[in-house]
């Protein structure tokens, strides 16, 4: 599952190019947030995350590079609940994809 504007065009089921600069902006706005929340660089990936197979002395599958994804998921949320454009719900939508990028949390130490 990629983490770009055609994907994210397929999940929240919309056609046509009218929507983009939009789309682009919310997906970017997106990501930011759920990096924030997971306290990453950048969005976690099959390698980084002990899931691409370190056994092969071939070079990496391009699976091992893509996003886990239930961060994609919950990013593709996040962008949702900004399109719904209803406060509570967006409230909702986020809920559910901090749910999906709790396991995904780095360095959260004591504070």
């Known amino acids: 599952m990629s983490l770009d504007i ?3 065009k397929l999940a929240l089921r919309i056609d046509g190019d009218d929507q983009d600069d939009n ?3 919310l ?3 997106a990501t ?6 997971m306290g990453r660089m950048d969005v976690p990936t099959f390698s980084t995350d002990g899931y691409g197979d370190s056994s092969s002395s071939s070079s990496s599958s391009s699976e091992d590079n893509e996003p886990m994804p239930d961060v994609v998921n919950a990013i593709f949320l ?3 609940g900004d399109l719904d454009g209803d406060p ?3 409230q909702d939508y986020v809920d559910g994809a ?3 990028l709790r396991p995904y949390r780095v ?4 504070a």
């Open 23 to 25: 789309l682009d902006r």
């Open 98 to 100: 901090f749910n999906l």
């Open 107 to 110: 360095s959260l130490g004591m």
């Open 78 to 80: 996040l962008v949702q």
């Open 88 to 90: 509570q719900k967006r």
């Open 27 to 29: 997906l970017n706005s």
């Open 32 to 37: 930011q947030e759920a990096l924030r929340f």
């Open 6 to 8: 055609v994907s994210l």
